[in-house]
């Protein structure tokens, strides 16, 4: 996943998951390591079909993928979106970084008719 070649589902996806703090604490286990849905289901305080779906949210964004191991299911999670995010967001800062250049360029020149 590249930050220009996601489209504007896709970024929708992606930090529409990542609103969720339920969601990004998985995210943040499953960077480190496989980890199986009933395993995260018994850190949090709802039911397994609730951990399923938010797995399922995550997975849809590209953050995480499931891969079959015996009954399990292993989640792990995909460092590369996370590094799009990351990069979609240093854009968003550069656009934002540039405007306060500007305004301060604004701010610092001498109005019109100052005679300072």
Do not use: C, N
Not at 24 to 37: G, N, Q, W
Not at 41 to 59: D, G, T, W
Not at 82 to 106: K, S, V
């Amino acid at each position: 996943m590249v930050v220009d070649q996601l489209d504007s589902d896709e970024v929708d996806r992606l930090f529409a998951a990542l609103a969720d703090p339920t969601r990004r604490d998985i995210v943040a286990r499953v960077l480190t390591h496989e980890t199986s849905v009933s395993v995260l289901a018994e850190r949090y305080a709802m039911s397994f079909a609730a951990v399923q779906k938010h797995v399922a949210v995550l997975e849809r964004a590209g953050l995480v993928s499931k891969r079959p191991h015996g009954r399990e299911r292993l989640v792990r999670g995909d460092v590369d979106a996370i590094r799009a995010a990351a990069r979609l967001l240093d854009q968003y800062e550069e656009i934002w970084r540039a405007r306060i250049g500007r305004i301060e360029d604004i701010l610092a020149a001498p109005a019109e008719g100052d005679s300072r």
